[in-house]
C-alpha cells in the first residue's frame, strides 16, 4: 500500500487476556517504531527495529510487552496479561532509513475492561 | 534526559489570521525534528521535516525554523484555514532513532 496500515483499528479485551496489534510499513523502509498515545498525551517510543532485528527496546515499560519483525516487513506488538493501564492508542511509524523522516499509521486503539 | 515542550496548549484564532506555534527543547544535540498534525482520532501526518544542519524549511502556507543553539523551533501557518484546526506536534529525533514528542498545541480555526 501506500501507507503504513495497522489492524486492527480497534481492539477491546478484557484485562489478564493477550492482544496482537500488527503494522505493515511502507513498502522498503527497512526502519519500523512502535509508539503509545495516551489522551492528551504525545506519543512514547516503544521499540524501534532495522530490518528484522529490536534495535532499541529501552521504551516497553516492562516485560509484558513485545515485539517481532521476522521478515523485516511486517511488525507485531505483543501484551501479556493486559492491564487497564494498558489503554492508549498505539501507533507505528517507519521511515526509508534510521534517521529519516517518519511516516506514521492510523494506530490501533486498545482499550482494556 | 532529552524533554520537548509545547507552548501554548491550545490556540483559537479567527480564519485568515498568521500563527506561529512554539516548540522548545532541552538538549540541542538533535539529528532533526518533525512537525505533524494529528486529527481527532486518527495518526499523524508528517508536516515538515528539518535536519539539523538546517534553518527552515516551507511546503505551502507552513514554514518551520530550527534555532538548535536555543533550543527552539516554531511552525508558522499563513492565512489560516478551518481546515488547518487541529492538534500540531512537535518531536527530535536525538540519536537518529526514537521521535521524542511534544504534548502538542490544539488549534481551532473559526470562519
Known amino acids: 500500500g501506500a501507507g503504513v496500515s495497522q489492524t486492527p483499528s480497534n481492539k477491546v479485551t478484557e484485562k489478564g487476556k493477550y492482544v496482537e496489534l500488527r503494522c505493515d510499513p511502507i513498502s522498503g523502509h527497512t526502519a519500523l517504531y512502535w509508539y503509545r498515545q495516551s489522551l492528551g498525551q504525545g506519543p512514547e517510543f516503544l521499540i524501534y527495529?532495522?530490518?528484522?532485528?529490536?534495535?532499541?527496546d529501552s521504551g516497553l515499560p516492562n516485560d509484558r510487552f513485545f515485539a517481532v519483525r521476522p521478515e523485516g516487513s511486517v511488525s507485531t506488538l505483543k501484551i501479556q496479561r493486559t492491564e487497564r493501564g494498558d489503554s492508549a492508542v498505539y501507533l507505528c511509524?517507519?521511515?526509508?532509513?534510521?534517521?529519516?523522516?517518519?511516516?506514521f499509521g492510523p494506530g490501533t486503539r486498545l482499550t482494556v475492561l | 534526559k532529552q524533554e520537548v515542550t509545547q507552548i501554548p496548549a491550545a490556540l483559537s484564532v479567527p480564519e485568515g489570521e498568521n500563527l506561529v506555534l512554539n516548540c522548545s527543547f532541552t538538549d540541542s544535540a538533535i539529528y532533526n525534528l518533525q512537525w505533524f498534525r494529528q486529527d481527532p482520532g486518527k495518526g499523524l501526518t508528517s508536516l515538515l521535516l528539518i535536519q539539523s544542519s538546517q534553518r527552515e524549511q516551507t511546503s505551502g502556507r507552513l514554514n518551520a525554523s530550527l534555532d538548535k543553539s536555543s533550543g527552539r523551533s516554531t511552525l508558522y501557518i499563513a492565512a489560516s484555514q478551518p481546515g488547518d484546526s487541529a492538534t500540531y506536534l512537535c518531536a527530535v529525533n536525538q540519536a537518529g532513532t526514537a521521535l521524542i514528542f511534544g504534548k502538542g498545541t490544539t488549534l481551532s480555526v473559526s470562519s
Open positions: 511509524a517507519s521511515s526509508g532509513q534510521s534517521g529519516t523522516e517518519q511516516f
Open positions: 527495529f532495522q530490518g528484522t532485528g529490536a534495535a532499541d
